[in-house]
Structure formats: C-alpha cells, structure tokens
Nanobody, 128 residues
Framework: QVQLVESGGGLVQAGGSLRLSCTASGGTFSTYSMAWFRQAPGKEREFVAAITWNGDTTYYTDSAKGRFTISRDNARNTVYLQMNNLKPDDTAVYYC?????????????????????WGQGTQVTVSS
C-alpha cells in the first residue's frame, strides 16, 4: 500500500514563499504521475499542479502559473511544490496525490477521480 506524507505547510504573509514536500513509501514512486490539489473551507478540492512520472511534463492551474513550481526527486521518492508570491486566496489544505498509470494522463490530470493514493494534507495559511 502506498503512503503519501505531506509537509512544509504553515502560516506566511502575502508575498511570501513556502515549499511543500510529499514523500511516498510502499510503492514504486518513479512510475507514478504526481499532483498537488488544494481544498479551501467550504469549497471543493481543486487541481493545482501535476508532473509526469519522469518529470518531463508539468501542468498548472492558471492561478498557479508563474508562481508555483512542481518538481520531483525520484531518488528520494519525493515531489515538491515551490510556492512563491503567495496570496490570501492560496489559503487551503494542500494534498498530494499519486496516479499509478493512465495512458491519457495529459487529458485527465486535473480530475481527482484518477488518483489512486492521497496524502493527509498540509495546511497553508496566507495572511494579508
């Protein structure tokens, strides 16, 4: 069974930065496409960023483009989300997710339903 553990969340002022980490255990991390989602109070979970198994391709929601960077280190079984120029609207619980295999990943990466494993989440709070 794959376990995902997020870390790196916290309280930061608007304009600040945070780097989230998600470390996997119990599976073959290097074969999974990975993503970050977030969920604010009273809202549905939404896609933030994704990266293919080999790191060749990344995807971002519009609000994350130019501010967030997703990356991975397969030797460390870890995926990262570097978040810069944070805004109060970025306040949410951030979750990482792993997709074992999807031949159409480029078309479905933003759907929560395709991901097989989820972490417990890490809180990010951005104050104005």
């Amino acid at each position: 069974q794959v376990q995902l553990v997020e870390s790196g969340g916290g309280l930061v002022q608007a304009g600040g930065s945070l780097r989230l980490s998600c470390t996997a255990s119990g599976g073959t991390f290097s074969t999974y496409s990975m993503a970050w989602f977030r969920q604010a109070p009273g809202k549905e979970r939404e896609f933030v960023a994704a990266i293919t198994w080999n790191g060749d391709t990344t995807y971002y929601t519009d609000s994350a483009k130019g501010r967030f960077t997703i990356s991975r280190d397969n030797a460390r079984n870890t995926v990262y989300l570097q978040m810069n120029n944070l805004k109060p609207d970025d306040t949410a619980v951030y979750y990482c997710a792993a997709d074992q295999y999807d031949p159409n990943y480029s078309g479905v990466y933003h759907y929560t339903e395709i991901y097989n494993y989820w972490g417990q989440g890490t809180q990010v709070t951005v104050s104005s």
